[in-house]
């Protein structure tokens, strides 16, 4: 077994792993983080996405020592606080969301594109997001909430709850 | 406060964007082993002995089962037929077919042993075309003892639906044309990302599962019987799939599971690599020959179908999709005279499964291709002629099954229009047009159960799955709407046979009418109690929260009310029911080729649907645009490829290619024809399916159209299309 230490979502975390397993198996299996997907194993679904020292990588395809000292973020890293961040409010508002079993994925692609290419071109953002598939077809309404994003248009965070159980009757005392 | 047809937001969407969701694969037991199935590298083959002394010494092994640890007569189940073992016995019967299982502490430990049960085998003969399965001498895959009084038991056709109406034979020679061609639709898989995942764990002196599946309630039936227990022991946790698309409807391993857990008293757990997936389900190969009668004018004067589906190795439900896909193979026409033939045939392949489309796609592709090409024969236009034969709203198209439900050719007229036709094409391009029909649900059963809480907030339980298609956000919608409550404090329960009230099924586009309309009514219900205890001083425009609290005041507490649809059978269908309701969708594309390497361009995709009545307009246009990439898939690229042994050659992403974001039209339109002519709430019809149904045979002829040539094979993949050009010139 070998010792690793990552920063995994801005905090400090060690596992203790065989040199054979991939950064996938030890995110999702030793270290707990299922929100990164496993589909292909071969790289080419997309669906393990994560971001390893600044660059996103199929974590299928790395091992966990290779991510030994690295600084990692996964699709649990994302938010901004307690708040969903603007791509992943974008996602759902403009619909790109059917199963969701890619969209881990396809969130750290699109993460990735905006933070190299903020104003992507349209055929930068399908060639940003072609390592990712996703079998319901949302790729037209994914590509329209990167694009909403990149645009800085204002998407609104999901609807909260509104009803007050504070003003509730009290039930009858009955013993 | 929203309305019924808003663009809301997904419902369970938020953790679906943050990978809080929770798939099967992500859920673990205290205490699990791991599985790894056992198969050979061979599609058929009798099985001398298996060997497992080397597997058990791995360490970590707890245990390696095969038929012979099952009870004596190892089991057997399936949707239509009880033809698939728990486990391979004696006999695999394609590439893939598990033959033993090995139960350990750790994946690792699995996969290793797994690698080292030793498998004595003698192979066997196998078919895996359908020239094959129908030669005189062929092996038969099923052994006829298990089809007692079949006549077809001594053949690979395991069912024979002939179905048609008017005088065929009278009017054959009524015809100015016939059109006669054979087209052929390969074997393709589902392909969700989500690759099947199972859990099974002893409880309460019977069984829990998990699992990634479609109809949670088909399989507590199913590992109810053949585990012996009562339904109420038998569990079914169903988390919402990760795709499904028709592939998950059915058990797959999950009686294996259960018999495993149920032995060693300890969870196991078996996630498919996407490998396994390919082996374990794929849509129907066809070949399928159309002879179309038809009059100068345009005329549809008959139709005979014949009609050829290669299922695998056991039945699965792939024999009612056979019938259910074959017998509207006509088309959304009126015909004097039809005659379908439909078989299905039995290989040594992956066992075929529903698959969004049931059977339509590949009939669709035949029929409608041929439409194409006697339009062309008597130089007629490709609308005017469909429109021409187009069944009216209340035709009795199929004579015997439910009139035509919708203004059909508003939505044929809509795509035409959509598409520019008859307006001119650039420099180089082609246009197409299809059609595409499906029948609904022929019979069915959903309740639901709406609580309506203290301080107004609703809970509603569907056993419907959410499994993409966005379920949760229409029921939420439909409560919310009925009980004036704010869509935000709707929850919906679903995933769960011991929580969750009994739904038939999720598929054939049936959940918005079914479980919708019993939604409906569950609060249809509430509101009659609300009625009854407020007497005179019910308001119809007070809050759910007021309402509550007046009705049962000091009482507290919440109003439960229950709901129930059907749909029930007729046994004089050939279907065993009428179509609830039919999906009809109008395709049209506008294409260029590139004739120096075969390579389609889309430009324009139109996708007319008509749905009734949009529930939830942004869902409408997900699922049809989805749908239509779906149907691009098979259109332009994906099938199976077989070597000499009946194995797959193209096992996984790298060799099987499905679109991605580098693969669509440069244009998507997607729209609707609503109507509210439906029997879903608010005169809602199913869909999700429609929009791909004649993607093929929409493509196929816009390619002719922008190149002369006519392709009759699936997928028009650049080397097809580029190959079909040089035979072209060189005619």
């Known amino acids: 077994m070998n010792q690793i230490e990552l920063t995994l ?52 395809l790395v091992l966990a020592v290779e991510a030994d000292g690295g600084e990692v973020t996964t699709v649990e890293g994302l938010r901004d606080g307690p708040s969903l961040s603007p791509l992943q409010n974008a996602f759902l508002e403009k619909g790109a969301v059917q199963c969701g079993f890619c969209i881990p994925g396809q969130l750290m692609a699109a993460d990735d594109l905006l933070r190299r290419v903020p104003h992507p071109s349209h055929e930068e953002v399908e060639e940003g997001l072609a390592g990712n598939l996703c079998r319901c077809g949302c790729y037209y309404q994914i590509m329209d909430a990167v694009e909403s994003v990149a645009a800085g248009e204002v998407i609104s965070s999901p609807q909260t709850p509104t009803a007050a159980p504070s003003a509730l009757p009290q039930p009858p005392v009955d013993q | 406060m929203t309305a019924i047809g808003d663009p809301v937001a997904r419902v369970g969407g938020e953790p679906r964007v943050t990978g809080e969701q929770l798939y099967v694969a992500d859920i673990h037991l205290a205490n699990e082993l791991h599985v790894k199935l056992v198969t050979l590298p061979v599609a058929h083959a009798r099985v001398r002995s298996i060997d497992k002394t080397e597997a058990l010494a791995v360490p970590g092994v707890a245990a390696v089962f095969s038929a012979e640890d099952l009870p004596g007569h190892v089991p057997r189940f399936g949707p239509q037929f009880n033809d698939r073992p728990v486990i391979a016995v004696d006999e695999v019967k394609y590439h893939g077919d598990p033959v033993a299982a090995v139960v350990a502490e750790s994946k690792d430990a699995a996969e290793e042993a797994a690698a080292k049960v030793q498998i004595d085998y003698e192979e066997l003969p196998a078919v895996f075309t359908v020239e094959g399965a129908l030669a005189s001498d062929a092996p038969l895959v099923q052994d006829p003892s298990l089809r007692r009084n079949d006549p077809l038991g001594s053949t690979n056709v395991l069912r024979e639906h002939v179905i048609g109406w008017g005088d065929l034979d009278a009017e054959i020679p009524n015809a100015d044309l016939v059109v006669e061609n054979t087209y052929r639709f390969p074997m393709v898989t589902h392909f969700a990302i989500e690759p099947h995942a199972f859990i099974a764990a002893p409880e309460d002196e019977g069984v829990a599962v998990w699992t990634s599946i479609q109809h949670p309630y088909w399989l507590q039936r199913v590992l109810a019987r053949v585990l012996q227990l009562p339904l109420a022991k038998v569990r079914v946790h169903a988390p919402d799939p990760g795709g499904a698309f028709g592939g998950k409807q059915h058990a797959k391993y999950e009686p294996l599971l259960a018999f495993m857990a149920l032995k060693v008293q300890r969870p196991v757990r078996l996630v498919l690599s996407l490998e396994e997936t390919f082996q374990a389900v794929r849509r129907t190969e066809t070949e399928i020959t159309v002879r179309t009668g038809i009059d100068l004018d345009g005329t549809f004067v008959f139709q005979d179908i014949d009609a050829n589906y290669l299922i695998g190795a056991y039945a699965d439900i792939a024999d009612r999709v056979v019938g259910k896909g074959s017998y509207i193979g006509n088309g959304p026409y009126n015909w004097p005279a039809a ?34 090409e006697a339009a062309i024969k008597l130089g007629l236009d490709q609308v005017d002629i469909r429109l021409r034969n187009l069944a009216r709203k209340g035709d009795k198209f199929i004579p015997f099954d439910t009139a035509a439900d919708g203004d059909w050719a508003q939505t044929v007229q809509k795509a035409a229009e959509m598409i520019g036709w008859g307006r001119p094409k650039p420099e180089g391009r082609g246009r197409g047009i299809a059609l595409g029909i499906k029948s609904g649900p022929t019979t069915g059963l959903s309740n639901s159960l709406v609580r309506l809480l203290a301080d107004g907030s609703v809970v509603v339980y569907a ?19 009925q009980l004036g409550a704010p869509i935000s404090d709707v929850s919906v329960v679903m995933g769960d046979t011991a929580i969750v009230p009994y739904d038939q099924q999720t598929s054939a586009s049936r959940s918005t009418v079914l479980m919708g309309n019993a939604i409906q009514r569950a609060c249809g219900s509430i509101k009659e109690k609300l009625r009854e205890r407020l007497g005179a001083d019910y308001r119809d425009d007070a809050t759910p929260a007021q309402q509550v609290q007046a009705a049962l005041g000091r009482l507290g507490g919440e109003i439960v009310g229950v709901g129930e649809a059907h749909k029930d059978a007729d046994p004089d269908h050939p279907l065993g029911g009428s179509a609830l309701f039919f999906e009809f969708n109008a395709t049209a594309v506008e294409l260029s080729v590139d004739e120096a390497t075969g390579d389609i361009t889309i430009h324009r995709h139109v996708a007319v649907s008509d749905v009734g009545r949009s529930i939830n307009r942004l869902q409408v246009q997900m699922q049809d645009e989805g749908a239509a990439i779906m149907g691009l898939g098979h259109t332009l690229m994906e099938r199976y490829i077989w070597d000499d042994n009946g194995r797959i050659r193209n096992l996984g992403a790298i060799d099987y290619r499905i679109p991605t974001s580098m693969d669509l039209p440069l244009e998507m339109l997607s729209d609707t024809v609503e109507n509210e002519d439906g029997p879903g709430p608010y005169g809602a019809k199913g869909m999700s399916e429609g929009a791909l149904l004649p993607v093929a045979s929409a493509v196929a002829a816009a390619v002719r159209d922008a190149t002369g040539v006519a392709i009759r094979d699936l997928p028009l993949s650049p080397e097809h299309v580029w190959q079909a050009l040089q035979e072209y010139k060189q005619r």
Do not use: M
Request: proline content about 2%; hydrophobic content about 35%; overall charge negative.
């Open chain 1, 9 to 60: 979502n801005g905090q400090a975390r060690s596992a203790s792993v065989d040199a054979y397993h991939t950064l996938l198996e030890v995110l999702r299996d030793d270290l707990g983080l299922t929100g990164t997907k496993e589909c292909c194993l071969v790289g080419e679904c997309g669906a393990c996405t994560v971001r390893l020292n600044g660059e996103i990588v199929d974590s299928c």
């Open chain 2, 339 to 372: 005659r379908i033939n439909a078989r299905s045939i039995l290989s040594h392949t992956v066992p075929s499964t529903a698959f969004r489309g049931f059977g339509n796609p590949q009939i669709n592709w035949a029929v409608e291709s041929n439409i194409t």
């Open chain 2, 463 to 481: 056993g419907t799955q959410d499994i993409g298609q966005g379920a949760r956000t229409i029921f939420a919608q439909i409560c919310a709407d």
